[in-house]
């Protein structure tokens, strides 16, 4: 069974950083892109970012160029999202997921998301 | 970056009805568009991928057209349990734009 289970949210100040993981089990991780996703209270889905199966390749949402880095361990079949200078605009919760293995062009597995509350 | 524009941003509709909700992208994306239905409180599940390809486990009744700037989502016939946020998303190019949503509501 796929599984993508996020972790690492919570309360951070203004200006600070957070590291959110996204630990996978049931399938093959080193053969599939993975992204993440976030959608504020509210509000509707945003696409953050994306890693390639390797690690070699990555591409940013504007919005986050510069401030977040997306890595993985496929060694430990986890995905992470670095946030730094962190905004009360960032406060949402947060999605990894994987692109399906064909072309890479949909997500067809989510995590259950992780809640980043960016306030002082 | 490609602008995704869904209309309508809300719907009312009763349990049998036909419903269809469109997705507009802000240049040709051929065929690269997604669908997404979301419930409250849950994570995004793909319905549609490739514009009209049907993801595995999805009822027959979600179907989806169109192709370069214009696509629609159909429900034949609505259930219960699809009352619930639609999103589009296009995935031509990166960034991987979504449209705002479409949130489907008990009449």
């Known amino acids: 069974e796929v599984q993508l289970v996020e972790s690492g949210g919570g309360l951070v100040q203004p200006g600070g950083s957070l590291r959110l993981s996204c630990a996978v089990s049931g399938f093959t991780f080193s053969s599939y892109w993975m992204h993440w996703v976030r959608q504020a209270p509210g509000k509707g889905l945003v696409w953050l970012t994306r890693i390639s199966g390797d690690g070699s390749a990555t591409n940013y949402a504007d919005s986050v160029k510069g401030r977040f880095t997306i890595s993985r361990d496929n060694a430990n079949n986890t995905v992470y999202l670095q946030m730094n200078s962190l905004t009360v605009e960032d406060t949402a919760v947060y999605y990894c997921?994987?692109?399906?293995?064909?072309?890479?062009?949909?997500?067809?597995?989510w995590g259950q998301g992780t809640l980043v509350t960016v306030s002082s | 970056d490609i602008q995704m524009t869904q209309s309508p941003s809300s719907l009312s509709a009763s349990v049998g009805d036909r419903v269809t909700i469109t997705c507009r992208a802000s240049q040709s994306i051929s065929s690269y568009l997604n669908w997404y239905q979301q419930k409250p409180g849950k994570a995004p599940k793909l319905l549609i991928y490739a514009a009209f390809s049907l993801q595995s486990g999805v009822p027959p009744r979600f179907s989806g057209s169109g192709s370069g700037t214009d696509f629609t989502l159909t429900i034949s016939s609505l259930q219960a349990e699809d009352f619930a946020t639609y999103y589009c998303?296009?995935?031509?190019?990166?960034?991987?734009?979504f449209g705002q949503g479409t949130k489907l509501e008990i009449k």
């Open positions: 998303q296009q995935s031509y190019s990166t960034p991987r734009t």
């Open positions: 997921a994987r692109a399906e293995a064909v072309a890479g062009r949909s997500l067809d597995y």
